[in-house]
């Protein structure tokens, strides 16, 4: 039997992903603990924890792939119940932007995004849980119609996996950018924007 290898690291998350790409890569990387967002004319907000990633060796396919375990903590600060209606992927830029030498590249990197009811510690303790996960795509979360009443706040937990090396384990990207919007029934659009750097250790 193939064993397994988890390789458990934690990431740098960015402030914001912007429309240039050139300033992104001018102002950098920062650490951050959180990031807080709040629309003026909502009353709904998002906090968006830092991600925690790890590589491991599917068994399916025997390719080393990145696990990205993604908490959204949504709350609603008004007076009437609001939904949350869905995922939207964005086209402009594209939902995914591979970055390869400090340029985007041609190079596609394929992802597969699942919605957790388990933990990050859940997944250390028991790591086969990732292999049990069904492959869902953003389109597919595109009705979700979860109703998050006043004063409660929902977690929602989202684990990205990417698929970053071929099968000779050569590394395809060096940072994997992700972008796309979290509608509400009251107009609110999140916009979650995240970078994960790609690295083979």
Known sequence: MKRKRF??????????????????????????????????????EVTQEV????????????KQKMFTYNRLVVTNTGGKTVTLNGFQ??????????????RISNQTVEYS????????????????KIFNLKKTSLEA???????IEPGITKVLNYGIVFEPFDINKKQLSDLILINFNIKFSDGYEYSFKQGYPVSEE
């Open 51 to 62: 991600p925690k990633v790890f590589l491991f060796i599917d068994s399916k396919d025997g």
């Open 141 to 147: 979360l595109s009705v979700i119609n979860e109703s």
């Open 7 to 44: 390789n458990f690291r934690r990431e740098i998350g960015w402030a914001e992903i912007i429309a240039s790409i050139a300033l992104i890569f001018a102002v950098g990387p920062i650490i951050i603990d959180y990031l807080t967002y709040k629309s003026q004319d909502s009353k709904i």
């Open 113 to 128: 995004i699942f919605p957790l009811d388990f933990l990050m510690e859940d997944i250390k303790n028991e790591p086969d």
């Open 89 to 102: 992927p964005n086209d402009m830029p594209p939902v995914i932007l591979n970055v390869v030498d400090g």
